[in-house]
């Protein structure tokens, strides 16, 4: 059997979606008596990890699943995702805890923050906020206007029209989706005499890391 990995390239880079790919590394802030990062810490925000700068790549989506569901942490959203990544891609290079932002598929996202919060940002990647409403004292809905957000999500009010110092709010928009390469590692099918052949990676959401 004569396999070309050209030949996967060129088919990959015409059926696949663009990607931008963040490699991971470990924080510095893991114990390392009991492997758990400081919840405080200001680099990793308590995830145990941090990501370099975005690099562009191409991947074929083999095949992609989404569940919403609830847990005593709130909303996420379960979901796996199998992509397959040609030599000529640098995703190529994708490991664990890699994360990969899908920069062709968006989805709407509603959640309930509390103004004033320490963590009242948005923690992925927003294409757009289309509302902002709360409750008053007599459970009547007030809308309030949309927010700008800073580099690290964080939402202002320039405009006005914010919710009340630590009233809980809903706000609601469009995101983009994000996932992030977990337990199950790039299978970088070298059966074949080494040759540089696509491999085949399952990417988890990134709502799921650290939980």
């Known amino acids: 059997m004569n396999l070309s990995p050209q030949d996967f390239n060129n088919f990959l880079d015409g059926i696949g979606q663009d990607f931008q790919w963040r490699k991971s590394y470990a924080c510095p802030c893991i114990n390392q008596a009991t492997g758990s990062p400081r919840g ?4 990793c925000d308590g995830k145990g990890r941090l990501w370099v700068a975005p690099v562009p790549g191409t991947a074929g989506v083999a095949g992609q699943s989404v569940q919403r569901k609830w847990a005593n942490f709130g909303q996420y959203e ?3 995702c199998v992509v397959a990544v040609g030599s000529n891609s640098p995703l190529y290079g994708i ?6 932002l899908m920069l062709d598929s968006n989805e709407e996202f509603s959640l309930s923050l509390i103004r004033g919060a320490r963590n009242e940002r948005l923690r992925f990647p ?3 906020i289309d509302r902002v409403f709360w ?18 999500g964080n939402p202002t ?6 919710p009340p110092d630590k009233t809980q709010y809903s706000i ?7 996932y992030y390469c977990w337990g199950q590692l790039p299978s970088t099918r070298n059966e074949h005499h080494g040759l540089r052949l696509p491999i085949k990676c399952v990417l988890r959401r990134f709502d799921l890391f650290g939980r």
């Not at 490991?95 to 990969?100: K, P, W």
């Not at 409750?135 to 580099?151: F, Y």
Request: aromatic residues 4%; contains cysteine; hydrophobic residues 30%.
């Open 78 to 80: 379960l979901g796996d």
């Open 172 to 178: 609601s928009g469009r995101r983009q989706v994000e």
């Open 157 to 162: 009010w320039p405009e006005g029209g914010a």
């Open 95 to 100: 490991g664990q805890f890699d994360r990969a």
């Open 40 to 43: 405080d810490c200001l680099q």
């Open 126 to 128: 927003v294409i757009c």
């Open 135 to 152: 409750l008053n004292d007599s459970q009547d809905i007030v809308e309030g206007g949309l927010p700008e957000l800073d580099a690290d």
